[in-house]
């Protein structure tokens, strides 16, 4: 089976991992399947051909023999279902992994989705000062619950999951603006996701494509 | 399996649909399982024992025997993944009707959720009045790229599945805006989702328990 993905040929973030294609790739080698990257311009983004495998215009996507999928979260959660290493055994854990991954994406990320919607697309717009601490608290909200969940434990729910991969990789995007930092237990929670050797290769991997 | 959900003791739409318990009841009405609810106040959203099965505090919650889950996406996946009805059969197209399930979530919601952050949290801020636009603006480019695909279908995928359930729960929150109405082949499919049966069903159990 052959799998191919897609990838910003020159990503925003200049190889910072903060793209999801790097969600992706951190899945695949956390399950040790090989993978073919296809870089993407903006403009061949929003053209025909790329438009009918993502139809919002987006990376990444993935495909192998017969299927193709666009969606971060529904990519990996494939890549989680065919392959073992990133869910539970038994259908109650896998559910329970699975809703961080939902919980990652439905409500951890939109605050930061916020913050980055605010500081690159309304950048230039008067009242930008004024919202960034109004969003800076939505966030330090949905942290400081987090937090308090994940309590003195290394990962959200038992072992290592795709709930974790997603968390991590939502919360990575957090790192430039300092808020990760007033959490140090999420601080820590994310290092320790970074400090995986599947996370390390996925993060060489699209820094090497951003330096190409 | 008896199957307890949660939902606002008063929802903050008087009934209309739009709480995220309506997603799970369609759910649960598609495949023909039985529910009880227990509705929470806000007070009792932050307390401890609803934290402890919600840790953002929210609702709804989804509990069974030896489970408990939180996130609608998560829930409503599950309940797909446990019963007929709401998934194709084949990994493939089971992929990509979760795949409509994260792109309803993750791409199409927050630009909308946005927009409910500036009318209800930001609704008195000097500078709402003139983002209203600009967040308008964001979700008509994602309606634009929704219709585009869905085309003449009645689905977005072959048969009606959770990708759909999802995706018209998430436009049904822009029909007071009037938004959703400018696409017209979206309204549509959004009144197909209304005019099941299943729907319906789930519409009026939350519209009755709103008037209690």
Known sequence: MSI???????SPDGGKGLARDTRVRW???????????????FQAMKEPAHMAVHPFGQIPTYEESGLALFESGAI????????????PAGVDARARAIGWMFAA?????????????AKFIEG?????QARLPLIADRIRTR??????????????????????LMMVSVLLRLRPSGLLD??????AYVARGEARPAYQRAYAAQAAAARR
């Open 76 to 87: 990996v959660l494939h890549i989680a279902g065919q392959h073992e290493g990133l869910l």
């Open 105 to 117: 994406l439905s409500t951890v990320e939109p605050p930061i989705l916020e913050l980055v919607v």
């Open 143 to 164: 942290l400081r619950q987090l937090s308090a969940r994940l309590g003195d434990a290394d990962w959200l729910d038992g072992a290592f999951s795709a709930g974790d």
């Open 27 to 41: 899945a695949l080698e956390e399950v040790g399947q090989p993978y073919e990257v296809r870089p993407v311009s």
């Open 124 to 128: 230039d717009k008067p009242w930008t």
């Open 182 to 187: 007033e959490f140090p237990s999420l601080a």
């Open 4 to 10: 191919t993905i897609t990838a910003f040929e020159r």
